[in-house]
């Protein structure tokens, strides 16, 4: 039975996108791991492709504002508590550490949580007041990047590079211009035959060329400190990857049905699972990764990965369950 995947605005390259995010995320972490740590790579693309989906999924939200964040804190914050106490019961770190309030509420361990319960705030007023066509989509985008230039020609240190630091205030930029993305890429869903695209060779062509712009550009960046100053560029050429990677997504929809429907139901589950476990895998990693990086490629990646899937789960279970009880 197919009809699960065919509801209203329900699209499977936005599950595709979540589930790559959480690929992309964790692989970043995975220094030590392969035989080079240029494979461990791309984290800040996976950070802005969940942003992105974020945006997507949450536009144009019906409820009060209290209600919709609630729901937001709820679901963010239960497993952060959860699995935060479960690591301090291990021992795996101390409330010293950090504070309670900077350990269970704001910034917490994750940069993640601390970004998008921030973020959250003008995604709702934005989303519910401004419809994200085209023209509103470039203005609320220019002026923010606008707004960055200032702040980044006056106050930002951009005598090095670290522009894609996730825990510096200018990150944040990043992160919201990608879910006004996500926004604007709802609307486009909503005013077009999204069945009907085709996913023509020469945006894979395009797609893949911004690729290896990004990469090619960040490792200049971190190599030559001369050119530091012009580091905002890299951002520029991340977000504009960004959108022709979601277009592309978007015009395989197509494709992706055909394929869940001739066989490929167990290869969707797959993705389904990992998509829908992306926080909790973003959650549980930090300290698996600190303890179990041993033995050789592969059996450490095998022991890593299985692992973080297994807690994940975990944590996921726990979590849906006090979520449940809640009922907000």
Same mark, same amino acid.
């Given at each position: 039975?197919?009809?699960?995947?065919?509801?209203?605005?329900?699209?499977?390259?936005?599950?595709?996108?979540?589930?790559?995010?959480?690929?992309?995320?964790?692989?970043?972490?995975?220094?030590?791991?392969?035989?080079?740590?240029?494979?461990?790579?791309?984290?800040?693309?996976?950070?802005?492709?969940?942003?992105?989906?974020?945006?997507?999924?949450?536009?144009?939200?019906?409820?009060?504002?209290?209600?919709?964040?609630?729901?937001?804190?709820?679901?963010?914050?239960?497993?952060?508590?959860?699995?935060?106490?479960?690591?301090?019961?291990?021992?795996?770190?101390?409330?010293?550490?950090?504070?309670?309030?900077?350990?269970?509420?704001?910034?917490?361990?994750?940069?993640?949580?601390?970004?998008?319960?921030?973020?959250?705030?003008?995604?709702?007023? %934005?989303?519910?007041?401004?419809? &994200?066509?085209?023209?509103? *989509?470039?203005?609320? =985008?220019?002026?923010? /990047? @606008?707004? $960055? #230039?200032?702040?980044?020609?006056?106050?930002?240190?951009?005598?090095?590079?670290?522009?894609?630091?996730?825990?510096?205030?200018?990150?944040?930029?990043?992160?919201?211009?990608?879910?006004?993305?996500?926004?604007?890429?709802?609307?486009?869903?909503?005013?077009?035959?999204?069945?009907?695209?085709?996913?023509?060779?020469?945006?894979?062509?395009?797609?893949?060329?911004?690729?290896? %712009?990004?990469?090619?550009?960040? &490792?200049?960046?971190?190599? *030559?400190?001369?050119? =530091?100053?012009?580091? /905002? @560029?890299? $951002? #520029?050429?991340?977000?504009?990857?960004?959108?022709?990677?979601?277009?592309?997504?978007?015009?395989?929809?197509?494709?992706?049905?055909?394929?869940?429907?001739?066989?490929?139901?167990?290869?969707?589950?797959?993705?389904?699972?990992?998509?829908?476990?992306?926080?909790?895998?973003?959650?549980?990693?930090?300290?698996?990764?600190?303890?179990?990086?041993?033995?050789?490629?592969?059996?450490?990646?095998?022991?890593?990965?299985?692992?973080?899937?297994?807690?994940?789960?975990?944590?996921?279970?726990?979590?849906?369950?006090?979520?449940?009880?809640?009922?907000?």
């Amino acid at each position: 039975n197919n009809q699960p995947i065919m509801e209203k605005q329900f699209f499977l390259f936005i599950v595709v996108i979540r589930a790559l995010a959480a690929v992309v995320i964790t692989n970043s972490h995975y220094t030590g791991v392969y035989p080079t740590d240029l494979i461990a790579n791309g984290g800040l693309l996976g950070d802005v492709l969940f942003f992105a989906v974020s945006g997507y999924c949450l536009a144009k939200p019906q409820n009060s504002f209290g209600k919709w964040y609630a729901r937001r804190f709820i679901r963010i914050y239960i497993p952060v508590w959860v699995i935060t106490a479960i690591y301090l019961s291990i021992g795996a770190y101390t409330i010293s550490e950090l504070g309670w309030i900077k350990t269970f509420v704001w910034p917490t361990h994750w940069h993640f949580v601390a970004s998008i319960i921030l973020l959250y705030i003008p995604l709702y007023f %934005i989303s519910k007041h401004i419809e &994200m066509n085209t023209r509103n *989509y470039i203005i609320t =985008a220019a002026l923010l /990047l @606008v707004l $960055q #230039v200032v702040l980044y020609v006056t106050v930002y240190d951009h005598s090095y590079y670290h522009i894609d630091n996730v825990r510096q205030p200018m990150i944040e930029f990043v992160f919201f211009q990608s879910m006004l993305m996500g926004l604007h890429y709802r609307w486009r869903c909503h005013h077009q035959d999204v069945m009907a695209l085709k996913c023509k060779s020469s945006v894979v062509i395009i797609t893949l060329i911004l690729a290896c %712009i990004y990469f090619a550009s960040k &490792m200049l960046f971190v190599k *030559y400190e001369s050119i =530091a100053d012009y580091q /905002l @560029v890299n $951002q #520029v050429i991340l977000l504009t990857f960004l959108y022709v990677l979601f277009g592309m997504f978007m015009s395989l929809e197509n494709k992706l049905r055909k394929f869940h429907m001739v066989g490929y139901a167990k290869f969707y589950i797959v993705i389904k699972f990992i998509s829908d476990r992306t926080l909790e895998i973003y959650l549980v990693q930090y300290v698996i990764l600190g303890n179990l990086k041993i033995g050789p490629f592969p059996l450490n990646w095998l022991l890593l990965t299985s692992t973080i899937l297994v807690a994940a789960i975990i944590l996921r279970g726990i979590s849906q369950f006090i979520i449940a009880k809640i009922r907000i």
